[in-house]
């Protein structure tokens, strides 16, 4: 079981979810990657894209404005 | 009332909406706005604007422009930033996104982080600049208030607009990430 | 204003990475406080101005609704081919069928009534002006991240990157105006105006475009099971 954090800190949309899709793809079942944002819509679009993709989600608001959007693949 | 204690609880404050909440009620201010002041929604006509004043303020003159050439635009032009209510409605736009942060708690100056970025910005906003001017509006005057409108000139906006994004995308796959 | 305890997480994370975090800011009060300032800039204006005064608050209304909702018209023509996502590409297209009924009404009844039909100006001349300025939108609008709209919103959330390329929209904007004439004289000045009810009637107009946006908002929803299943 691997974590993978992945800095997505400043980017716009869609480079935070474009990120973890090729992160996750590249990860086994398991594995959690932590994915550190802190544009808005990233926090909305990448939790809802894993959420369909049937793997385990949780966000967690970590300063103003920031956010740790943690996926367990599945 | 529980669910309305809910709703302006910090927690739910915090809360984003759903897609289809925001486009519900986006249509709502858009049909007021065409009912309350004859004409629907736009951004990009106004900061065109901006820039036209910033080019007076520099000493320049834009009064033999053919864009600028008519009378109500020099009308709204002379009447100054204050003045124009596109203007006031762009400023308005940008506290209303403030005011929903700031209630959210999660403002935060967000730095530019690289240099990739600098260039995106530039090169993407002065694209986005040139292009609303030669098809009449961006996405809101020229796609949201076209096609509302039922104009053809909105789905004929869409489909290009749609090929931009496509070519966009492959641009920033493989330069910008 | 201690945070409720949350449950254990379901998500076993190999590093218990327990980083001491900041302790996170109310900004409720200087936001009421910012909310007030607003309103009464409002009040201000509707005793001045009351034409501005509707332009400030509908303004206020569009930048909190694109704000809360994380509503985005770049990610609606971008995530399809991007991510295979349409959420928001039928979210948009629910927006296009609301309010093609709500401005048709308003225009209907302006035509019945023998008054002019407001809005008309929004009718815009096709050509390749159109094609070229939307294709060029298009491009900048995902490079930069946001569109018009999208890109003053997030000035208001406080993105650095969003207020550089609101400067070059700006420019880009004047350099656009500077050419107009050229444009205008080339391509412009000879490109029809359709408004669909000249061609279909008003009722067959909005019937053929509501029938579009169901086919569209049909398409997006094949398209999204498609890309997930691959």
Redesign the interface.
């Given at each position: 079981m691997n974590e993978i954090i992945i800095d997505a800190l400043g980017e716009a949309c869609p480079v935070p979810l474009i990120k973890a899709q090729n992160a996750i793809k590249e990860m086994a079942v398991g594995d959690v990657l932590v994915l550190q944002v802190d544009h808005s819509c990233a926090m909305k679009n990448v939790p809802e894209w894993a959420r369909k993709d049937g793997h385990n989600v949780e966000i967690e608001e970590v300063d103003d404005g920031e956010w740790e959007v943690i996926i367990e693949k599945a | 009332m529980n669910k309305i204690k809910e709703f302006f609880s910090k927690k739910g404050m915090k809360k984003a909406w759903g897609y289809v909440a925001g486009a519900v009620l986006l249509s709502v201010v858009q049909v007021i706005t065409l009912a309350s002041t004859g004409s629907p929604w736009g951004v990009s006509g106004p900061l065109m604007n901006w820039g036209a004043w910033t080019f007076r303020l520099f000493g320049g003159n834009v009064n033999n422009w053919h864009r600028f050439s008519s009378v109500g635009a020099q009308a709204t032009l002379d009447a100054g930033f204050f003045s124009d209510p596109g203007t006031i409605r762009n400023l308005a736009l940008i506290f209303g996104a403030l005011l929903a942060t700031l209630l959210a708690s999660q403002f935060k100056i967000k730095k530019i982080k690289s240099k990739k970025q600098i260039i995106a910005a530039v090169l993407g906003g002065f694209m986005m600049g040139y292009g609303a001017r030669l098809a009449a509006g961006c996405n809101i005057g020229a796609l949201f208030s076209g096609i509302a409108s039922l104009s053809l000139s909105g789905w004929v906006f869409a489909l290009f607009l749609f090929f931009g994004a496509v070519a966009g995308s492959k641009i920033l796959v493989k330069y910008f990430m | 204003?201690s945070e409720p305890t949350k449950a254990p997480?379901?998500?076993?994370?190999?590093?218990s990475?327990t980083?001491t975090?900041?302790p996170?800011?109310?900004?409720?009060p200087?936001?009421?406080a910012?909310?007030i300032v607003?309103f009464l800039i409002g009040i201000y204006?509707a005793f001045t101005?009351p034409?501005?005064s509707?332009?400030?608050?509908?303004?206020?209304?569009?930048?909190?609704?694109?704000?809360?909702?994380?509503?985005?018209?770049?990610?609606a023509?971008?995530?399809p081919?991007?991510?295979g996502?349409t959420?928001?590409t039928?979210?948009?297209l629910?927006?296009?069928a609301?309010?093609?009924v709500?401005?048709?009404v308003?225009?209907y009844m302006a035509y019945v009534n023998g008054s002019p039909i407001?809005?008309?100006?929004?009718?815009?001349?096709?050509g390749i002006?159109?094609?070229?300025?939307?294709?060029?939108?298009?491009?900048?609008?995902?490079?930069?991240?946001?569109?018009?709209?999208?890109?003053?919103?997030?000035?208001?959330?406080?993105?650095?990157?969003?207020m550089?390329?609101?400067?070059?929209?700006?420019?880009?904007?004047?350099?656009?105006?500077?050419?107009?004439?050229w444009?205008?004289l080339n391509f412009i000045q000879d490109a029809p105006?359709?408004?669909?009810?000249d061609v279909f009637g008003w009722v067959g107009?909005?019937v053929a475009?509501l029938a579009?946006i169901a086919l569209l908002y049909f398409l997006a929803l094949k398209w999204e099971q498609k890309s997930?299943a691959a």
């Open positions: - | - | 204003m997480s379901s998500i076993k994370r190999a590093s990475r980083r975090r900041k996170k800011k109310n900004q409720i200087i936001g009421i910012v909310a607003l204006l101005n034409r501005l509707i332009f400030w608050f509908t303004g206020l209304a569009f930048g909190f609704i694109l704000q809360k909702s994380r509503f985005c018209f770049t990610a023509m971008r995530d081919l991007l991510t996502g959420t928001l039928r979210a948009v629910i927006a296009f609301i309010t093609t709500g401005f048709t308003i225009k407001p809005g008309q100006g929004f009718i815009a001349p096709i002006a159109t094609a070229v300025g939307a294709f060029v939108f298009g491009i900048g609008m995902v490079i930069a991240g946001g569109c018009a709209s999208g890109t003053l919103m997030r000035v208001g959330e406080g993105f650095t990157m969003q550089l390329s609101l400067l070059f929209f700006v420019i880009g904007s004047l350099v656009g105006a500077y050419d107009f004439g444009w205008k105006r359709v408004f669909l009810p107009a909005v475009q579009l997930k």
